[in-house]
C-alpha cells in the first residue's frame, strides 16, 4: 500500500484568530505525493481572507528539517513512520 497518514501541526502563529498554534490537519496521502501537493491540501483548509498568511508558512519535519516543494513524502519517511507522520507549518 502506497498510502499513508499524514498530519500537519500549526507550530506558531502571528493571528492567533485565525490560525490556531497547535491545531492539527490530518490527510491520507500517496507516497509519492510532491510536498507543494500537500501544501495545496493544508491551504484548502482555509478560507480565502487567511489563504494569504497561510501561504506564508513552510513545513517542516519534526527534526525541524525545511521541506522543499519538490521533496515527496517517502523522502522524509524512517523507519518509525509506519502509521503517522507528523509534519510542522511555521512562520519566520
Known sequence: MNDIILSIRIGNSFNWENITPGKTYGYEVNKNTKISELKK???ECFDEDTKNDIMRYQ???QKIILLH???IIN????DNDDE???LYAIVF
Do not use: A, G, V
Request: no cysteine.
Open 59 to 61: 513545513l517542516y519535519t
Open 84 to 86: 503517522e507522520i507528523l
Open 41 to 43: 491540501l493544508f491551504y
Open 69 to 71: 516543494d519538490d521533496n
Open 75 to 78: 523522502d522524509i519517511i524512517t
